[in-house]
């Protein structure tokens, strides 16, 4: 990790692998970027373990993980429009929690230079949709540059910063999943000596920046004189160009993944169409494009998820009066997915069939990945909790699940949370499923960084209104999901050891009334203060608490002196029961065909929360042998 903050701080030119993310945050670091703010979310939390591999006394800016999107957009924005570079980022979906506040940058006069930075996710490698948020951007007014690999990112960034910095706009700078994540050589340039002027600057006479309804009008002139600025550095670019293959018969126009898996593609095709290749593809290049598509004969538009692209093109080739054949999207398929190479084969043999003469390349084996069930880790508390609910609850109770490693209760043989949305709306959709339903108990789950995040306007709403529900509040004392984040209550923010927000207090000052907190080992414990909840009148909440196995065990290896322990099966005392594989289902137990039961011992981290499970006693726990 040294080296990496090492390397991020090298003051002459250098080459390095990297992945985008890393890539980004030297890009951050030349610049002069002075604030940056995020919410984890893939695939964007390596940029946040780039910017802790240099020590805090070191970094030339300030970082801070706020409590949800929206917050980190209006902290880099308040840094912004007192005269600081600032960057904000976040994944696909954070948008949409963002939106209230992003919407409105682009009608500001944002002094300092403002990049937002967005993780969009075709594929839904892991998130809960893949919406395409160029929608967003043409709705806000608000530029886009989207890279297609970490050298891009690292150039694309600068030129993101230098157009906001000229402008005093917000850009979007566009990266997907396989953009961030990667890793090629990338060529750095020097690092620049930055005087930074920490001056206060912020003037309203800058402004205005209150939208009232006289100003609105004008600050939407603003942004769209803004927008046509950004299409005039589009048509200049270098980073929209042109790979010419001499073929004035057929084109190409794509941008980001699926430019590089065009090209790898088309490494097997005997006649290459030209490419349009877009880095700003928002406001696109209309003289450009149209040049390119009357140039030749036929143009494919080649995008992933949406034809936004695709509309454009026809727009301008229609304003134009060109006869170039365009074509789009064709297939429902089209819309669906990441464009990976072999997408990109599907989706062009279905537009030019003989472009690509079956040299489809041969798929292999070996490099298929088997797929593997989502599982909860071994000594996860989420697992004790759901196992103890499980056998708690009416079976005519309904579960409403929320996004976080507690989600996966929802799978075999667990089954808790039969519906879910997005990050904090369990309570709001459970306080929505308890009305005229008093024959069924509602008990949504949340886990405690979206507490913060976005739950608390659900729970308060809950406690406002009455609602008749139980709040399961999964505390495993960190952000498990994306990689182990700090949030409120863990006592610690990115930078310094703070004072904790108990989510307790936080609920004792909402007004909750029926509160329990219980360790999610202590299983009797458990059982019985789920039981009391749910018939609790109201709004009840059970912090079944459990600190992530996975973050804690990991921590105690590197202490001194650290013994592992595992757990055994005593096979004379196993009646093959199988409470332990089937209702408890650690990975760790294995079913041989011999019908015994046997311990994975490089899975089991020897937390013992399997023991109580054993309806006989035949599990026990051991120091392990160093
Ligand atoms: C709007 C939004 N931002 C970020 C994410 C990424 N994300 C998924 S779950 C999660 C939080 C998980 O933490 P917590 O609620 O504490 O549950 P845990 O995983 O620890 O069980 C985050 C940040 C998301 N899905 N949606």
Not at 63 to 91: D, M, Q, R
Not at 160 to 184: F, G, W, Y
Request: with cysteine; charged share 25%; aromatic share 8%.
């Amino acid at each position: 990790m040294k080296k990496m903050g090492d390397m991020l701080l090298r003051k002459e030119p250098f080459e390095e692998i990297v992945i985008g993310n890393t890539a980004l945050v030297r890009a951050m670091v030349e610049t002069g970027t002075r604030v940056i703010t995020s919410y984890p979310g893939s695939p964007t939390p390596e940029i946040a373990v780039a910017i802790g591999s240099i020590p805090e006394d070191k970094r030339p800016f300030y970082f801070e993980f706020s409590t949800n999107e929206k917050v980190a957009t209006e902290v880099a924005y308040g840094a912004a429009v007192n005269g600081h570079l600032s960057t904000v980022f976040f994944k696909s979906v954070g948008l949409n929690v963002a939106a209230d506040t992003f919407v409105q940058l682009s009608l500001m006069n944002i002094i300092g230079g403002m990049v937002v930075v967005l993780g969009d996710d075709p594929g839904a490698n892991s998130s809960q949709n893949e919406q395409d948020n160029r929608h967003l951007a043409h709705l806000s007014y608000t530029p886009v540059l989207e890279p297609a690999n970490p050298a891009e990112v690292y150039l694309f960034y600068k030129e993101a910063v230098a157009l906001s910095r000229q402008q005093h706009m917000p850009v979007i700078l566009r990266l997907t999943t396989h953009v961030c994540h990667a890793k090629e050589k990338v060529v750095f340039e020097g690092l620049p000596t930055i005087h930074f002027d920490d001056t206060p600057r912020f003037d309203v006479r800058n402004g205005p920046y209150i939208p009232l309804t006289s100003e609105v009008f004008a600050k939407k002139r603003r942004a769209m004189k803004n927008l046509e600025a950004a299409a005039t550095y589009a048509e200049k670019t270098p980073i929209n160009r042109i790979v010419d293959h001499g073929n004035d018969q057929q084109g190409v126009i794509t941008m980001g993944l699926p430019f590089l898996s065009l090209m790898d593609v088309l490494e097997r095709a005997e006649t290459k169409p030209d490419i349009l290749k877009l880095g700003v593809v928002h406001p696109v290049p209309r003289s450009l494009i149209r040049d390119f598509v009357a140039r030749h004969a036929e143009v494919k538009v080649l995008e992933e998820l949406d034809d936004i692209l695709e509309k454009e093109v026809k727009t301008i080739a229609f304003d134009a009066g060109l006869a170039t054949k365009i074509v789009g999207k064709s297939d429902p398929e089209d819309w669906v997915g990441e464009y990976t190479a072999d997408k990109v084969y599907a989706v062009m043999s279905g537009t030019w069939p003989d472009l690509l003469p079956l040299k489809k390349r041969k798929a292999d084996p070996a490099a298929a990945a088997p797929s593997r069930p989502a599982q909860l880790c071994p000594g996860c508390g989420h697992r004790s909790a759901f196992y103890a609910i499980k056998k708690t609850l009416a079976k005519t109770d309904i579960t409403v699940a929320d996004i976080g490693c507690h989600t996966l209760g929802y799978l075999p043989p667990y089954e808790m949370g039969e519906l879910l949305m997005c990050m904090g709306a369990s309570p709001g959709m459970g306080s929505g499923l308890s009305l005229f339903n008093d024959s069924r108990k509602v008990v949504a789950f949340i886990g405690d960084s979206t507490f913060f995040h976005a739950g608390l306007p659900g729970i308060v709403n809950a406690v406002f209104n009455q609602h008749n529900i139980t709040l399961m509040l999964m505390e495993n004392g960190t952000t498990a999901m994306t990689g182990h984040q700090d949030h409120p209550a863990t006592g610690h923010n990115f930078n310094e050891v703070i004072e904790k927000i108990p989510v307790r207090s936080v609920l004792e000052g909402l007004g909750v009334q029926h509160i329990y907190e219980v360790d999610t080992y202590q299983q009797e414990k458990l059982m019985d203060l789920v039981s009391k909840a749910v018939e609790d009148d109201g709004f009840s909440v059970v912090i079944a608490r459990h600190p992530c196995m996975l973050k804690f065990t990991r921590e105690q290896r590197r202490e001194k002196g650290y013994q592992a322990r595992r757990v055994a099966i005593d096979q004379g005392t196993c009646d093959r029961n199988y409470e332990c594989v089937a209702a408890f289902a650690c990975p760790t137990f294995t079913r041989n065909n011999d019908k015994s039961v046997e311990i994975n011992a490089d899975l089991c981290i020897g937390d013992g929360s399997c023991i109580q499970t054993c309806p006989t006693s035949a599990i026990s726990s051991f120091k392990a042998k160093k």
